[in-house]
């Protein structure tokens, strides 16, 4: 297959995949927007709310579609199709393993941000799905695609999600801080069982 209608056909297929992602958080959004409100952290109580999420993607994705521009790179054809196997490799089970913790923390779903993190009232910790192999599962999964896409797609837009997305491990941190406090000895056990990031290191 000619090396441009292949990287054609992998673009548009991520793209409908990160569609339907997006599609699953912002339902999921609607929906945290109508539960009664638990433990919050930081501003969450305040700032967390669909509006919030409404402006501020409005303008993060207003950012990105302004810089979706090729970098300036001059790629032989092998390296062309190692980074785009490669990228494949990377973009595809990276998303599929967000999309997985999304599906499996299902009601509990929510967004938190710098500002601070919002549980529900009633909240329960998630420890099945992906949530097995790692606390983090949503997260690790976006990284790993932002790094994929990255390889992909070479544009500005992608190496600015990529770094920016190294920067989830800070709002982890914020988030395990809030389920520590919620449930105590039952986060404490998880904690202990599974790892943050690296679903190798609880064979060590």
Avoid at 8 to 13: C, K
Avoid at 55 to 83: D, E, H, K, N, Q
């Amino acid at each position: 297959m000619n090396l441009d209608i292949a990287q054609r056909w992998v673009g548009w297929a991520g793209a409908a995949l990160l569609a339907v992602f997006l599609a699953l958080v912002f339902w999921g959004l609607a929906q945290a927007d109508r539960r009664p409100r638990g433990r919050a952290t930081g501003w969450g109580d305040r700032v967390l709310r669909l509006p919030f999420y409404l402006v501020a993607s409005v303008l993060y994705f207003g950012f990105c579609f302004l810089i979706w521009r090729p970098l300036p790179l001059s790629l032989s054809p092998a390296m062309r199709t190692a980074a785009l196997a490669l990228g494949t490799l990377l973009y595809f089970p990276g998303l599929g393993l967000a999309l997985w913790g999304r599906l499996a923390l299902g009601r509990m779903y929510n967004v938190s941000s710098g500002f601070g993190v919002q549980l529900y009232a009633g909240h329960r910790l998630a420890t099945g799905g992906p949530f097995r192999i790692v606390r983090h599962p949503m997260y690790l999964g976006i990284i790993v695609a932002a790094l994929g896409g990255l390889l992909i797609y070479h544009t500005w837009t992608t190496l600015f999600l990529a770094v920016n997305f190294l920067f989830l491990r800070l709002r982890a941190r914020r988030e395990e801080q809030a389920l520590a406090a919620e449930f105590g000895a039952e986060w404490e056990a998880y904690r202990r069982r599974v790892p943050g990031w690296n679903p190798l290191a609880r064979r060590f």
